[in-house]
């Protein structure tokens, strides 16, 4: 993943149009992944705490 922020840097830095498409290219793909991993996120939530979300940074540990 260490390649888009690379290419994002490059594209911010250098002006370079193919870095550019190149990120535009994959952001839909991490869209899609962190849309997915919440989803899985919560409903794997459900059934171990009771809750679709929780919002306690205590729960993460």
């Given amino acids: 993943m260490h390649q888009w922020a690379v290419a ?3 594209g ?3 002006q370079m149009k ?3 498409l190149a ?4 952001a839909p793909i991490g869209a899609v992944f ?3 991993a919440l989803v899985t ?3 794997w939530g459900k059934p171990m ?12 540990f």
């Fill in 12 to 14: 911010l830095v250098w």
């Fill in 49 to 60: 705490w009771g809750t679709w979300w929780v919002w306690e940074c205590t729960s993460d």
């Fill in 18 to 20: 193919m870095a550019n």
């Fill in 23 to 26: 990120v535009a290219a994959m």
């Fill in 41 to 43: 996120g919560s409903a």
């Fill in 34 to 36: 962190t849309f997915i």
């Fill in 8 to 10: 994002a840097f490059i």
